[in-house]
């Protein structure tokens, strides 16, 4: 049987190490979230970040706007958060309300501030292999959880499935800086199965069950950063974990794989600023 990558795990060891750095600093780093509109996902998502900044000694703060807040009010308190010397990292929570323009209101964060990693001048210095001021947080929490097994990236060939902005395209190219030989699938792609089992790793993120055991490789690492409800209302991954678990070596299980990391890494990336600031 595979071993279990287990995020909860490492979640604690780390946040653990980052309450005693923050314990030490002058001032407590600050977090501010945006959320507009009453997407319920949202909500839960942002209180989690918040109920983990507040147990490490993270100044968090949640402005809450209703679904019909304008563009414009939204880009002039991002502005404000930017000159804000008191801020150090800004979230936006996506989804945003419709007739919102996803690009204007990321765009507006200060790179200095942008906590998640999207705006262009940090997406900018990820893909063209420099230093950007912090990683985005899914695809940095799968690396700290390869680190974390020893699992060695360098010349192993790594699938990821999915192209988004938020974790298949930063992914893909965080493995490639790794020196990693890098496969992109996604919904186009033919004969994903026959991809599938020439991969060391296989990173999936697309939200629905398309991965099992008989189109891996024996011995693969697979990490599995899709989560959505079945019909049957149990939360899934994008992998059958039981066939899964009987190819792989290690795998990452859903819930308790990558979720508890992406949290992680954005606290990590909140004090990572705090420093640069």
């Known amino acids: 049987m595979a071993i279990i990558l287990d995020g909860k795990k490492l979640r604690e060891k780390i946040l653990e190490q980052l309450k005693i750095k923050i314990d030490g600093f002058y001032r407590k780093p600050s977090l501010v979230v945006i959320l507009a509109g009453d997407n319920p996902a949202s909500k839960i998502y942002v209180n989690n970040k918040k109920k983990v900044a507040d147990r490490i000694g993270i100044n968090s703060q949640i402005i809450n706007y209703p679904s019909n807040v304008s563009e ?35 765009n507006a964060i200060s790179p200095e501030k942008d906590v998640d990693g999207f705006t262009p001048y940090n997406f900018g210095r990820l893909f063209s292999g420099e ?47 790794n020196n990693a030989t890098v496969t992109v699938c996604h919904s186009y792609t033919k004969d994903l199965a026959q991809i599938l089992k020439t991969a060391d790793i296989v990173v999936s993120a697309v939200g629905k069950n398309i991965v099992n055991g008989d189109m891996l490789k024996q011995g693969c690492v697979v990490v599995d950063v899709g989560i959505f409800k079945d019909e ?46």
């Open 232 to 277: 049957n209302g149990k939360t899934r991954g994008d992998v059958d974990f039981d066939s899964a678990s009987k190819n792989a070596a290690y795998i990452s299980p859903v819930p308790g794989g990558v979720g508890p990391m992406t949290i992680t890494s954005l606290m990590l990336n909140t004090v990572e600023l705090y420093e640069k600031g």
């Open 72 to 106: 414009e009010e939204l880009l002039n308190k991002i502005k404000e958060l930017n000159e804000d010397s008191g801020v150090d990292a800004i979230l936006v929570q996506l989804p945003l309300p419709d007739g919102i323009s996803k690009e204007n209101i990321i």
């Open 131 to 177: 230093e950007p001021n912090v990683y985005p947080c899914t695809p940095k929490g799968v690396l700290l959880l390869l680190k974390e097994y020893n699992i060695e990236l360098e010349g192993k060939h790594a699938v990821v499935i999915g192209r988004s902005n938020i974790v298949g395209k930063p992914m893909a190219q965080m493995l490639l800086n």
